[in-house]
């Protein structure tokens, strides 16, 4: 492995890419348009909504025979994350005879593409998708499509395009043999470089000569150590909310911590009882995860954002970052979900119902970050309900999310725990609520007792997606869909 400093590099259709002298907040997108001149991927709302700009990034597997394709919005994701790594834009899939890739073929025979504009990421989507599955459901090509915005066709013709381009004798799959081999050439070192006297020091992928800097650390140690010595640096995992900050925000972080590197926290294990999950692991690792074990969490989930967003985002970056509206808090909460947190060599673990301290306010140290999460498996009996409610089914923010777990003994619910988001400053447990639940038969839990308990557990708020009426009702009611079964069973 040769090393360059200063200098992201990135295989892109065959060859190595070397940018130097970026900008550590340069994003993916500007860099292919501007730079590289690569122009099919476009910018629509630069923060991550419309899938204009859909690109292939891809990492080697575990064995090192292969690459590992995720679709990813270029437009938040920041060019120094995709050291090491490869890339696959809209001109990537021309053939070396000039012909098109099937579902570039499919989309013009069925006429998917009026304007034109988002052709590229909508191509980039599917093309990503058929790597994985050759002949996917339809339910599996609307999911794919569920971050790409076009107001021109409606989606039947881009729906009949894949279909038609997944039909036998089609050759789907992407020829990245050129590829390998100079991935294995650039990949970045997994051990950390130490000093003469045996002390870490953190390589940076890009520096200024003011002294900031764009690091990504292969172990946890690299990273405890760094934030010891830089507690304000920002960390940075999947990008969905700090390229938000440098795009809308024009947010320039003077130390980012890229943690993708960090092969242990993008690991899950079995640990009996529950799962640890590493902090970089994906939301769309999680969501199958738990799609046996708990199928709401696992459908909360798949609404908290297209394939794009989901295959970058992270729990721990949903976490950290505390929004009032946080779409996972209340699932974990009811789960009982535990955060083991790292300051240096020291950990401790806290209950997630126990992090936040305000709006965007935690008990996270300077120089601490989430290791991991430990989320218990299903007990016994237990059940467990989640839902979202929000003006749009898919890649739209929270009216609220209720999530609730209890048991059902004798006819009685019993260990209730139940969570909501969007009805105080932080994600939070609602145990006034649980009460009025607990040791009830579910056919006796009356409307107006959970109204009141809702009315002394938050202040009433009206907010830009939803009044205080509407989210106190919903709350309200949430709670009588989850155990409404038992109470058909019961009456």
């Known amino acids: 492995m040769t090393q360059v400093t200063n200098t992201v590099r990135f295989v892109l259709d065959g060859k190595i890419v070397e940018a130097q002298g970026v900008r550590r907040t340069t994003t993916v997108l500007d860099y292919l348009r501007e730079q590289l001149h690569r122009t099919g991927t476009k910018e629509g709302c630069a923060e991550g909504d419309c899938g204009a700009c859909v690109i292939m990034v891809g990492e080697l597997n575990a064995a090192g025979t292969g690459i590992d394709y995720v679709p990813v919005n270029s437009c938040i994701q920041l060019l120094p994350t995709l050291d090491g790594k490869s890339v696959k834009t809209v001109e990537s899939l021309k053939k070396s005879d000039g012909s098109l890739h099937p579902v570039q073929q499919a989309m013009v025979a069925c006429h998917g593409s009026q304007c ?6 909508i191509v980039m989507s599917l093309v990503n998708l058929v790597q994985l599955k050759p002949k996917p459901a339809r339910n599996e090509i609307t999911d794919a499509l569920s971050g790409n915005l076009c107001r021109c066709t409606g989606y039947r013709p881009i729906i009949d395009a894949t279909e038609k381009a997944c039909e036998p004798g089609t050759g789907l799959k992407l020829d990245d043999s050129a590829d390998l081999p100079l991935l294995v050439e650039i990949r970045r070192a997994t051990t950390p470089t130490l000093s003469l006297e045996g002390d870490i020091i953190v ?4 520096r200024t000569r003011k002294g900031n800097e764009f690091v990504s650390p292969a172990t946890v140690a690299e990273v405890a150590d760094y934030l010891v010595k830089h507690p304000s640096a920002t960390l940075l995992a999947g990008s969905t909310e700090i390229g938000l900050q440098v795009n809308k925000q024009f947010t320039r972080p003077e130390h980012i911590v890229y943690l993708g590197n960090v092969t242990a926290l993008k690991q899950v294990q079995d640990q009996g009882k529950h799962w640890r999950i590493g902090a970089v692991v994906p939301l769309s690792q999680i969501e199958s995860l738990v799609a046996q074990a708990y199928p709401d969490f696992a459908e909360v989930l798949r609404r908290f954002g297209s394939p794009p967003i989901r295959s970058t985002a ?7 970052n505390g ?18 947190l790292r300051r240096g060599d020291k950990t401790r673990t806290v209950p997630l119902d126990k992090f936040y301290t305000g709006q965007k306010q935690t008990v996270l140290q300077p120089g601490e970050f989430i290791e991991a999460i430990d989320l218990p498996k299903p007990q016994g009996s237990q059940v467990f309900k989640a839902h979202k409610i929000s003006k749009r089914f898919e890649q739209d923010i929270s009216a609220t999310c209720a999530a609730i777990r209890y048991e059902l003994k004798d006819g009685k619910l019993k260990n209730v725990q139940l969570a909501y988001n969007g009805l105080a400053p932080s994600p939070c447990r609602a145990p006034l609520l649980e009460a009025v639940l607990e040791g009830k038969a579910p056919a006796d839990v009356q409307a107006q007792d959970l109204d009141a308990a809702v009315a002394k557990s938050f202040t009433a708020r009206d907010g830009l997606r939803a009044t205080w009426a509407y989210r106190a009702l919903v709350a309200r009611n949430l709670v009588l869909e989850f155990i409404e079964e038992h109470t058909s069973e019961v009456a």
Not at 116 to 121: H, L, R
Not at 203 to 206: E, G, K, N, R, S
């Open 323 to 340: 929004s009032p509206i946080g779409d996972t808090m209340p699932c974990l909460m009811a789960l009982s979900a535990t955060l083991l």
């Open 116 to 121: 034109g504009f988002c052709t590229p990421g």
């Open 314 to 320: 992270t729990l721990a970056g949903n976490i950290a």
């Open 203 to 206: 390589q940076p992928v890009v």
